[in-house]
């Protein structure tokens, strides 16, 4: 185990027991599976979701401690893939200002005044998937980020999804919430399909009875295979017709920083 992401997870068991919580209790408070957590904690998943951090950050009190912490563990790990020593990480992986950062699900403050600086694409574990006649496969577990709104204010909310493509079409469905339930978080599946290796298009609909949140995606998939981004439209809480740009990327904190890429290089579209 890489020494940042070490020194995060035993920061995170040190808190939680000082306050006096199980891996149950705190799986709980943060809206987590307590089998998730437990394979988090013992280094199962590499190094955790932005989501989870931020909210076992705010749940333990540890004012950004452990936001800080994931944020080097993040780096080194990118580092380690690229060749590039821990002491250089910082200096060219630098994917984001803390100030993007999401807590609880919510937009923690406006973006930096420069665009983020984008990592280069990292494959997925053994490269971006091709198929035997050479189309791209985009099968596997992706992060998904939205910009959406509740009663007029903007939000950022990520959440994970899971990709089976068959041929040019692609289900997709997501896995987390990304946002509290009674913050308008809501899970959701749909339908998409591939043209030409380059673009992506398709629906998506709430999978929870009470919500009617539901949609259409417009999506640009690049050069990589690695990225897509785009626009949704559709029924959400504020109303028929909203719309705000979506992003899709293999690591969490890509995905939200291509959401504020789309933002300052599209400033005219709503």
Not at 62 to 81: I, N, P
Not at 99 to 106: A, K, P, W
Not at 117 to 137: E, K, N, Y
Not at 187 to 202: N, P, S, T
């Amino acid at each position: 185990m890489q020494p940042c992401l070490a020194t995060l997870l035993a920061s995170i068991v040190e808190l939680r027991k000082a306050a006096g919580l199980s891996q149950a209790q705190l799986a709980s408070r943060v809206r987590y599976q307590p089998s998730y957590l437990s394979k988090a904690e013992r280094g199962l998943l590499g190094v955790p979701s932005q989501s989870l951090i931020s909210a076992i950050d705010a749940e333990l009190n540890a004012g950004g401690r452990l936001v800080e912490l994931r944020r080097h563990a993040w780096l080194e790990d990118k580092g380690s893939q690229a060749g590039i020593t821990w002491s250089r990480a910082l200096e060219e992986v630098d994917t984001t200002d803390r100030r993007q950062l999401m807590v609880g699900g919510s937009a923690a403050a406006a973006g930096p005044a420069a665009s983020p600086q984008l990592p280069a694409p990292v494959p997925s574990p053994g490269g971006v998937g091709r198929r035997a006649g050479g189309g791209v496969d985009l099968s596997g577990r992706w992060w998904t980020a939205w910009q959406t709104f509740r009663d007029g204010e903007e939000i950022h909310s990520s959440q994970e999804a899971s990709l089976e493509q068959s041929g040019a079409k692609i289900h997709i469905e997501a896995i987390t919430r990304g946002l509290p339930t009674e913050e308008g978080g809501y899970l959701w599946w749909g339908e998409l399909q591939i043209f030409d290796e380059e673009i992506i298009m398709g629906w998506y609909v709430s999978s929870e009875g009470p919500v009617r949140s539901k949609g259409s995606l417009f999506l640009a998939l690049n050069p990589h295979g690695d990225r897509l981004t785009g626009r949704w439209v559709g029924l959400s809480y504020d109303g028929m017709f909203i719309e705000g740009w979506g992003a899709v990327a293999r690591d969490e904190q890509t995905a939200l920083a291509l959401i504020e890429r789309l933002k300052k290089q599209y400033p005219k579209v709503a």
